[in-house]
Structures are given as structure tokens and as C-alpha cells.
T-cell receptor, first 118, second 113 residues
Framework: AQKITQTQPGMFVQEKEAVTLDCTYD???????LFWYKQPSSGEMIFLIYQGSYDQQNATEGRYSLNFQKARKSANLVISASQLGDSAMYFC???????????????FGSGTQLTVLP | AAGVIQSPRHLIKEKRETATLKCYPI?????VYWYQQGPGQDPQFLISFYEKMQSDKGSIPDRFSAQQFSDYHSELNMSSLELGDSALYFC????????????FGPGTRLLVL
């Protein structure tokens, strides 16, 4: 079964508007972390935001916020006031076994290609 | 702030050749991860190291090996290269016990002809 599901292969948004990128996950581990990364066409993988499963509040980082709904197992990324430079592939990822302190790896979703229109 | 350094950034090899990719983690980071991202794919975990010891192993072919050295840099050695090994190879680093985030390097783009 897919651990991370991103159902939107492509999304379009008008410049200055907000956009939500969907991510659902599947784990039986009570201790996990959810991440969003941005990958521009140049290829680098840029960390955007992190949410731990025990965090009480939704994470925010500047124009990025994570809408974490634990019971629904969803961790949607909200980008406010979209800019042309936001056009990129966006990956949702999960790391299980947070509380064990192990070096567990990230599992990625298939990504959403976001295009910001002028 | 210093980031993860990977070299080379681009590499072209022939089938059956060998390749060595290098990764220099963020200073004081003790954990290194290697990922492979094929064209149009999401990154797939290959292998990780913590304090110079192999920690976890993912879908790494037997033709590949890796190690982490005393200065914490890591090398991914790839032998008998195949066309399907053409991909973007990322190294990521993390400081265990100081947050969960893995910071990625710029990647090495390997093309096997």
C-alpha cells in the first residue's frame, strides 16, 4: 500500500492567490513526521515545512502552512499569496519511528507539479 | 549557512563502467542518506549512515556500495553501470537529536550511455 498519496499530478494557481496541495498518508506508527519539499526544474530538493505527529499546532513557515488533520491522516500544504517562483514540483514525505531516534529514511509521494500563472 | 555538498554535479558514463559520487554533509551532521530519483519519479531511499556505520538499507542494488568516512563525508560507489541507473542521486544530512529535517544536497545527475 502507498504510504504517501498525492492525488493531484498537476495544479494551476493564479499569482497572488492561495493554493492547497493535498497529501494523505498511511502508517500504524504513532510517532512520525511529515515533510514538504519543493523541487524546481533545476532539480534541487528544498525543505519547506515539517509537522510532527505529536505537535499540537499546525506548522507554519512564512507563506507555507501545513493543514494537519491527524484523524483523517492528511497533511495538506497551503501556500498563500502564490508567486511565479513557486512554480515547481512539490513532494510530501513521511519519516516513521521518530521517537526511536533512528536514522529512518523518508518515504515520498509522487509529487504535485504546481504552475503559477501571471 | 553551509549546505550539503555533492560532487560531481553531472556525470556521464558508459554501460559497465564505474562511478563514485561524493557527499559532504552539513558540518556537525552525523547522519547521511542517499536517494535515487529516476526521471519523472519520486526519490527512492538507497542507504543511510549514522556515525560512520550503516544504519538502514533500502532498494540499493548489489552493484552499489557506500560508506561514511571519519570526517563524515560519504561516497556512493556504483559498478557495472546500466542504462537504468541514469538518475538524479541525492545525498541528505541530518543531526540526530537536533530536529527531524533532512537537508538535501543539489544532487548528482548521472547519465549512463
Amino acid at each position: 500500500a502507498q504510504k504517501i498519496t498525492q492525488t493531484q499530478p498537476g495544479m494551476f494557481v493564479q499569482e497572488k492567490e492561495a493554493v492547497t496541495l493535498d497529501c494523505t498518508y498511511d502508517t500504524s506508527d504513532p510517532s512520525y513526521g511529515l515533510f514538504w519539499y519543493k523541487q524546481p526544474s533545476s532539480g534541487e530538493m528544498i525543505f519547506l515545512i515539517y509537522q510532527g505527529s505529536y505537535d499540537q499546532q499546525n506548522a507554519t513557515e512564512g507563506r507555507y502552512s501545513l493543514n494537519f488533520q491527524k484523524a483523517r491522516k492528511s497533511a495538506n500544504l497551503v501556500i498563500s499569496a502564490s508567486q511565479l517562483g513557486d512554480s515547481a514540483m512539490y513532494f510530501c514525505a513521511m519519516r516513521e519511528g521518530i521517537s526511536s531516534g533512528s536514522a529512518r529514511q523518508l518515504t515520498f509521494g509522487s509529487g504535485t507539479q504546481l504552475t503559477v500563472l501571471p | 549557512a553551509a549546505g550539503v555538498i555533492q560532487s560531481p554535479r553531472h556525470l556521464i558514463k558508459e554501460k559497465r563502467e564505474t562511478a563514485t559520487l561524493k557527499c559532504y554533509p552539513i558540518p556537525r551532521h552525523d547522519t547521511v542518506y542517499w536517494y535515487q530519483q529516476g526521471p519523472g519519479q519520486d526519490p527512492q531511499f538507497l542507504i543511510s549512515f549514522y556515525e560512520k556505520m550503516q544504519s538502514d538499507k533500502g532498494s540499493i542494488p548489489d552493484r552499489f556500495s557506500a560508506q561514511q568516512f571519519s570526517d563524515y563525508h560519504s561516497e556512493l560507489n556504483m559498478s557495472s553501470l546500466e542504462l537504468g541507473d541514469s538518475a538524479l542521486y541525492f545525498c541528505a544530512s541530518r543531526l540526530r537529536g537536533r530536529g527531524e529535517t533532512q537537508y538535501f544536497g543539489p544532487g548528482t545527475r548521472l547519465l549512463v550511455l
